[in-house]
């Protein structure tokens, strides 16, 4: 018998029916041996700015989203009753002011009872009865208007075994996180262009979202698009609107999201074919060699000090600063041109949640006081996604403190100087973990879509 050939909507409903078993059961087990009978979910409601009627963009509820591709549709509810189909209480507000939701037609439609009203009123009288057997998870800054008399929000035994649920993803999130990785790199692959057609970082930064078809408020976070020393910033949040005299390098850390699952990818680049290239050279090949390293039952936080070493190879290599591998970690020379943790975990957010979670009771791992930017300490698990993210960095604030802690003299500040007009190079890359090796993600959807 031939194995069945799937289009792309048959397999993502194939795997999405899959993913809707892994949450049923994961609430299921939350509710167990509790008095709530009922989850609800809150898609999430508009907030305004103080004394204005100008709302902030609207952002979905990630614990919401992970249920539903829904990322623009306020005030819906989902209801899920162990043992019933769940119900979405769907949001389609009548108003000539704004475009009202359409009716839901996508491929998740069948997999839930769909309830539509079009006024917040409307909401109550579809939820259960007794509110007392209702938990609400929601974000914390959902106004009572919302909560309709529910007491239980978000209790933290709930959240604990969804958040260590959501460190492993299930495969339509992984085919989410893929897909959102080869929007970004249609946008990575125009950025690049236009920083060697000479483009200001304005017009990278606009070149970069209409490749990638998002607006700025569709982007998982705020593109990072820095020429010159602007690239030592490490979140530099400003572009600059007029072309740059001398470009010399260009550091890129911007996304895309897919079903609301981001993709977090930087890449650097040098104007010209000289020795700051052959240093991107190198902490690319760094880079990928952390990749190698990953193993299952591995503590992240391993992979993160051996990051530290391969950056004191680097620093000595290019004569930065003098001394050992092992004067420079200790020391914390590496600290100075790589202060920031080696990646985070990747989904519904950016920097997704339980990254401290040691099981899912809610023990709590304490974050490193050695490295305490490192916003991941967990052992490593098959289907794991976090991001794999080395830089080296000239940050004269760093490097200024140093005068305090009397390590200053293991700098060579001629090597540094020279260096400081390129800011710094990062490279990230979004990893999944397999039974044995990784999915690269990132590289993959590099590969499929070449640079021409």
Request: glycine share 4%; proline share 4%; charged share 25%.
């Amino acid at each position: 018998m031939r194995n069945k050939k799937y289009s792309n909507t048959e397999r993502l409903v194939d795997i999405y029916s899959s993913h809707l078993d892994v949450l049923t059961n994961e609430l299921d087990e939350a509710l167990k041996d509790t008095l709530f009978h009922h989850a609800i979910i809150s898609s999430g409601a508009i907030k305004y700015r103080r004394m204005d009627d100008n709302p902030f963009p609207f952002k979905t509820n990630p614990y919401f989203c992970r249920w539903l591709p829904l990322l623009d549709h306020q005030n819906c509810y989902l209801i899920y009753t162990p043992g019933k189909k769940p119900v979405l209480i769907y949001f389609q507000e009548i108003d000539f002011w704004y475009k009202s939701a359409e009716l839901p037609s996508s491929f998740w439609v069948n997999y839930f009872e769909i309830i539509i009203v079009n006024s917040i009123d409307e909401i109550n009288s579809h939820l259960p009865n007794n509110k007392n057997e209702c938990i609400l998870i929601t974000d914390e800054y959902l106004e009572d208007r919302y909560t309709f008399d529910i007491r239980n929000i978000n209790p933290k035994n709930v959240i604990n075994i969804i958040n260590y649920g959501r460190s492993i993803k299930t495969e339509y999130e992984i085919e989410c996180l893929r897909k959102a990785s080869r929007i970004a790199v249609k946008g990575h692959h125009t950025a690049s262009h236009k920083f060697k057609e000479g483009a200001s970082e304005f017009d990278i930064h606009m070149s970069y979202c209409k490749a990638s078809k998002h607006s700025e408020n569709e982007l998982p976070y705020k593109n990072i698009i820095a020429i010159n020393e602007n690239a030592s910033i490490l979140h530099y949040q400003h572009y600059q609107k007029q072309k740059i005299k001398n470009p010399r390098s260009f550091l890129i850390d911007a996304g895309a999201i897919y079903n609301g699952y981001a993709s977090d990818i930087s890449r650097t680049y040098a104007y010209d074919c000289n020795e700051f290239k052959s240093i991107i050279d190198g902490i690319d090949q760094m880079q990928q060699e952390i990749i190698d390293l990953i193993k299952i039952d591995m503590n992240y936080i391993e992979l993160h000090i051996k990051a530290h070493e391969k950056i004191a190879e680097i620093i000595l290599q290019i004569g930065l600063a003098n001394g050992s591998i092992e004067s420079l970690v200790k020391n914390k020379i590496t600290d100075i041109f790589f202060p920031h943790g080696l990646g985070h975990f990747l989904g519904l957010q950016v920097h997704d949640v339980g990254g401290f979670l040691e099981n899912s009771q809610g023990k709590e791992i304490n974050r490193s006081d050695r490295y305490p930017f490192l916003r991941l300490n967990r052992k490593i698990k098959e289907n794991q996604v976090f991001t794999i993210e080395p830089g080296l960095y000239v940050i004269d604030l760093l490097i200024n403190k140093a005068k305090v802690n009397g390590t200053y003299k293991m700098l060579n500040l001629k090597q540094i100087e020279w260096l400081k007009p390129y800011g710094g190079i990062r490279i990230e890359d979004n990893i999944r973990v397999l039974d044995r090796g990784i999915e690269n993600i990132t590289r993959n959807a590099f590969n499929e879509s070449p640079i021409n």
